[in-house]
């Protein structure tokens, strides 16, 4: 059973920091790219980063580029996301997700066949 477990968000004041983490059990790690997406109330879901299975690339959204990183380590089967000088706009349910193999573009949630239940990150201006 594949499961994906999203932890550490939470409330932050703008211009700081937090890093999310999600462990992943139920699959081979390694051999998956992995996504971060977002969701704020009543908004479409959106594209924030993903990574290739062995970490070599990375790809960002232009809302989050330079501030956002996204990184994982394949021994613990857990992805992560470190977010820096937050702003409210980043406010949203963060979710990470397992992209399909060999198929689909990174940006595209339905590239995506598993995903996590979700974090709540809150920005506060």
């Known amino acids: 059973q594949v499961q994906l477990v999203e932890s550490g968000g939470g409330w932050v004041q703008a211009g700081g920091s937090l890093r999310l983490s999600c462990a992943v059990s139920?699959?081979?790690?390694?051999?998956?790219?992995m996504g971060w997406f977002r969701q704020a109330p009543g908004k479409e879901r959106e594209f924030v980063a993903a990574?290739?299975?062995?970490?070599?690339?990375?790809y960002y959204a232009d809302a989050v580029k330079g501030r956002f990183t996204i990184s994982r380590d394949n021994a613990k089967n857990t992805v992560y996301l470190q977010m820096s000088s937050l702003k409210p706009e980043d406010t949203a349910v963060y979710y990470c997700?397992?992209?399909?193999?060999?198929?689909?573009?990174?940006?595209?949630?339905?590239?995506?066949?598993?995903w996590g239940q979700g974090t709540q990150v809150i920005v506060s201006s």
């Open positions: 997700a397992r992209k399909t193999l060999n198929s689909g573009v990174y940006p595209v949630p339905t590239s995506y066949d598993y």
């Open positions: 990574i290739t299975s062995n970490g070599g690339s990375t």
């Open positions: 139920g699959l081979t790690f390694s051999r998956y790219s």
